[in-house]
C-alpha cells in the first residue's frame, strides 16, 4: 500500500465518522470546510432540504499566508451566517484534523459570533 493512499484512507475514514454524527437543519446548519492544497472553502448547509445556504472561498484572494487567508473564509462565512440569522451551526471538518487552517477557520468564525 502506499503512503498516499494510506493518507486517502485514512481521511475517508475519519470524514465518515464526523458525517456519521453531524445532520444539519435550517436552524442549526452544517459549516463543512473543505481544505485542499491552495484554498480553502466553507458552506453552511442544510441537509434536511439538501441546500447549500451560504459559501465562501478564498480563491480570488491573493494576499497573505494561507492561514490569513483561511482567518478571512472563517470570518466571511459568519457574516454571511449573520445576514441569513444563523447563530448556530455545527462544525464539519471534512475528516480533515482539527489543526492549521481548519483550526483557524473555526476559531475565526466563533469570534466573529457563530456558536459551536
Known amino acids: 500500500m502506499s503512503k498516499t493512499t494510506h493518507k486517502t484512507e485514512a481521511l475517508q475514514r475519519r470524514h465518515s465518522k464526523v458525517r456519521s454524527r ?39 484572494e491573493t494576499t497573505g ?19 441569513k440569522g444563523i447563530t448556530k451551526v455545527a462544525f464539519d471538518r471534512g475528516g480533515f484534523k482539527f489543526w492549521g487552517r481548519i483550526k483557524a477557520v473555526a476559531e475565526s468564525a466563533r469570534e466573529s459570533g457563530l456558536v459551536f
Open 22 to 60: 453531524i445532520i444539519g437543519t435550517a436552524e442549526k446548519p452544517r459549516l463543512s470546510v473543505y481544505r485542499s492544497n491552495n484554498y480553502i472553502y466553507a458552506q453552511l448547509i442544510d441537509d434536511s432540504k439538501g441546500v447549500t445556504i451560504a459559501s465562501v472561498s478564498d480563491i480570488k
Open 65 to 83: 499566508t494561507k492561514i490569513e487567508r483561511a482567518v478571512k473564509v472563517g470570518n466571511a462565512i459568519a457574516g454571511e451566517a449573520k445576514k
